[in-house]
């Protein structure tokens, strides 16, 4: 019913910056909370930032000052932008999406991940 499609990864330099996007497809009646995720190698996946309905934000202390979260809901979109990147921030980064959705005539609610994007800071 719904597929979110993750972009915008790649290799960088410390001190660098991505650009994360997450866009969701489907019929979507309505996107609520979205979040950034992230895992790195040996380590439990952790909340990096996430957007409410009405653009509340929240970071992790780890990446505040340095990373932004955003949204475009005309295009169902989540951006996180990155900036001053450092070796710690290396992990698979993953789009995390709370969503209504139209199923015949009915709505449903439903929560969605994205496939995962490898971030790599390395000199």
């Known amino acids: 019913q719904v597929q979110l499609v993750e972009s915008g990864g790649g290799l960088v330099q410390p001190g660098g910056s991505l650009r994360l996007s997450c866009a969701a497809s489907?019929?979507?009646?309505?996107?609520?909370?979205m979040g950034w995720y992230r895992q790195a190698p040996g380590k439990e996946r952790e909340l990096v930032a996430c957007?409410?309905?009405?653009?509340?934000?929240n970071y992790a202390d780890s990446v505040k000052g340095r990373f932004t979260i955003s949204r475009d809901n005309a295009k169902n979109t989540v951006y996180l932008q990155m900036n001053s990147l450092e070796l710690e921030d290396t992990a698979v980064y993953y789009c995390?999406?709370?969503?209504?959705?139209?199923?015949?005539?009915?709505?449903?609610?439903?929560?969605?991940w994205g496939q995962g994007t490898q971030v790599t800071v390395s000199s």
């Open positions: 995390h999406v709370e969503l209504r959705y139209w199923s015949g005539i009915n709505i449903y609610s439903g929560d969605y």
């Open positions: 489907g019929r979507i009646f309505r996107m609520h909370d």
């Open positions: 957007i409410t309905s009405d653009s509340t934000t």
